[in-house]
């Protein structure tokens, strides 16, 4: 197999998809724009056979699934009347903790968190009860047990009933940050920086509303660094929502999201020393500065206490601490048992438990200088937290 025998021609996948599953109707938001910019970042920057073919075959189950789950909307219309009441997103830089406290707060009884085994699966089993194990479930449990001791398990540790990214859905969405890596590759990064995010918010709500159809839950708990783009599309969505703002320094921040993306790059397109390490270095730390210039600015015009702030020091000092200060911020009732669920995830996960992240700075074509320029807005602001 050659690079050129792997095709991104958009009539060519949803053709596949649409044969795949028995489905052909896509629904709302429009999907075919965002499509046709996806598989042309991938057609322009993946040159490794296999790594087109990965990349190819992702884009296929996602037009496979957003069917499915369309199918599913007009199938069980009652999934309509789940109410997602004052949803909690956690955001800010990433590395900065934001996980590791979602993984946290999710573990109490009452919370609900989006799964790993959802956002893979957010198409409802067909035939399937509320509440009934989704056949798929095991499988996916059982391969990423496999997976345990892989290079990206040591950045970002996963199974099946971890608390996972909104941006995993909002890919079926066709627009939104996808894997990550794609945000810092022409022509996706420019395209999604011109997008109205309130119809992928929209899609959000619908797939949250089948989700807690199908698996009845407490608090939704949500995460990703990506929301510092949307503060004001979630909040239209969801007028109710609240934020958790995660703060760290950016010289920790920005070597360790580009070591991650590297992994991640390296997962899915293969073989990339043909684009310029120098290049996607810089793109991935201005990538993130933008996002914290265009979240602080919208939470500026926003009441404070719809946020609470921790640094990832705090958080690693005294977890609970946090914990405590969240809910008293927001007003929830912290009960003994909720205490002692939250206790033992902290007793059970240690920092560090999962192996330890390495990375080199000057890898990535940077120094410390220009990082503190690029953040020097984000780091001369004595409002955020950001020891680490």
């Known amino acids: 197999m050659t690079a050129q025998d792997v095709t991104f021609v958009a009539d060519e996948v949803i053709a596949e998809a649409r044969e795949q599953t028995g489905f052909s109707e ?25 790594g087109r073919q990965r990349c190819r075959q992702r884009v296929v189950t996602q037009l496979a ?14 999934y309509a009347d789940e109410e ?10 990433p590395r900065s903790g ?23 699966f957010p ?3 067909p035939g399937s009860k509320p509440g009934e194990e989704d056949p798929r479930y095991p499988y996916l449990a059982k391969a990423l047990e496999a997976s345990r001791d892989s290079e990206f398990a040591k950045i970002h540790y996963i199974d099946a009933d971890t608390p996972e ?3 995993l859905l909002h890919a079926y969405a066709f ?5 990550g890596f794609e945000i810092m590759l022409e022509p996706w990064r420019s395209w999604l920086l ?70 991640v790059m390296g997962m899915y397109a293969g073989d990339h020393s043909h684009l310029d390490a120098g290049e996607i270095g810089r793109a991935v730390m201005d990538w993130y500065a933008m996002s914290l210039e265009k979240g602080l600015a919208m939470r500026d015009r926003l009441p404070p206490e719809l946020f609470v702030d921790c640094s990832q020091a705090e958080f690693v000092d005294d977890p609970m601490g946090v914990v405590q200060k969240v809910y008293d911020a927001f007003g929830m009732a912290l009960s003994e048992d909720t205490r002692a669920a939250l206790q033992a995830h902290v007793d059970d996960n240690p920092k560090g438990k999962h192996g330890k992240h390495e990375y080199d700075l000057a890898a990535y074509g940077l120094t410390s200088e220009l990082i503190a320029q690029r953040f020097a807005f984000y780091t001369g602001d004595p409002r955020w937290p950001i020891s680490d």
């Open 26 to 50: 896509f629904g709302e938001p429009p999907y075919r724009e965002g499509l046709e910019v996806l598989l042309e970042t991938y057609d322009r920057n993946v040159r490794d056979p296999e």
């Open 65 to 78: 699934t957003r069917l499915k789950c369309e199918n599913a909307f007009r199938t069980i219309p009652e």
């Open 84 to 93: 997602i009441t004052a949803p909690i997103f956690v955001t800010g830089l």
């Open 98 to 120: 934001t996980s590791a406290l979602l993984n946290l707060l999710v573990s109490a009884p009452e919370n609900r968190g989006l799964l790993q085994w959802e956002v893979q």
């Open 123 to 125: 198409d409802p089993w």
């Open 165 to 167: 990214e909104c941006v």
């Open 175 to 179: 627009t939104g940050v996808q894997l």
């Open 194 to 263: 011109q997008q109205d995010l309130v119809p992928m918010y929209a899609y959000q709500k619908r797939q949250m509303q089948m989700l807690s159809w199908r698996s009845p839950g407490g608090q939704w708990m949500l995460k990703a660094p990506a929301h510092m783009w949307g503060i004001d599309a979630i909040l239209e969505v969801f007028p109710d929502a609240r934020f958790i703002w995660c703060h760290r320094d950016p010289q920790k921040v920005v070597p360790s999201i580009n070591s991650m993306n590297k992994v």
